[in-house]
């Protein structure tokens, strides 16, 4: 069965700070991963995906991820914090039927 | 559409009465999926569809829960006496497929149910 940790619920960082999110899975197969953002009282919009080939990924945002089989690691990062990047921010893996076990969640602050 | 659109965006239930829910996926997209949001953060998986065929119900409880897609109509999820452990955001999510590069989940805004 899959399943996503994220190391800290909360995060806070300066605007223009790098910003790093952590994420880890455990998976029985080779994993689909994904991060997701949600802003207040909205739904969840994907910032980039992995599924096959190259393990470092791009995103919307100027955020990437970088695939690491051998530490089970998926961790998000942005070189320079917005005071937009404020959000909730998901973790989560699909399973063979394509549903999305999800971490659970990030809260990153951003401040001026 | 190029959206999920998620109806109603607010549902007030007593106890013990019944919501129905409503989504319609993107256009061409052949795969539903609903999840629960409790808390802020937990999401929980109830079910997908495959057009209109359940895909995967290995997350609903039958006893309350029941969700449909038929064809040329918004899928619907519907619960049965709502209790108060209810309360939650539900979010339907579609995709075309569920492998490679095709299984990417766009979420309608949600549907907030509040069992008072």
């Known amino acids: 069965a899959q399943s996503v940790t994220q190391l800290g619920s909360h995060v806070s960082v300066s605007e223009g700070a790098l910003v790093l999110l952590r994420c880890n899975y455990s998976s029985s197969v080779p994993p689909y991963l994904f991060w997701y953002v949600q802003y207040p009282n909205q739904g969840l919009q994907l910032l980039l995906k992995y599924t096959t080939g190259a393990t470092l990924v791009k995103g919307i945002n100027g955020f990437e991820a970088e695939f690491k089989k051998s530490e089970t690691s998926f961790h998000l990062t942005k070189p320079s914090a917005h005071m937009s990047d404020a959000a909730e921010y998901f973790c989560a893996v699909s399973d063979t039927w394509g549903k999305l076990i999800f971490g659970q969640g990030t809260e990153l602050s951003v401040k001026p | 559409g190029e959206e999920v659109a998620q109806t109603p965006k607010h549902l007030v239930r007593g106890e013990g009465q019944k919501a129905k829910l409503y989504c319609a996926p993107i256009?061409?997209?052949?795969?539903v999926f609903w999840y629960q949001q409790v808390l802020k953060n937990e999401f929980k998986f109830l079910i997908s569809f495959q057009n209109e065929n359940v895909f995967d119900e290995t997350g609903m409880p039958k006893e309350r829960f029941s969700a449909k897609c038929l064809p040329n109509s918004p899928c619907s999820l519907e619960i049965q006496a709502t209790k108060l452990e209810d309360s939650a955001v539900y979010f339907c999510?579609?995709?075309?497929?569920?492998?490679?590069?095709?299984?990417?989940?766009?979420f309608g805004p949600g549907t907030r149910l509040t069992v008072l």
């Open positions: 999510a579609s995709s075309q497929g569920v492998s490679g590069g095709y299984n990417e989940q766009f």
């Open positions: 256009k061409g997209h052949s795969y």
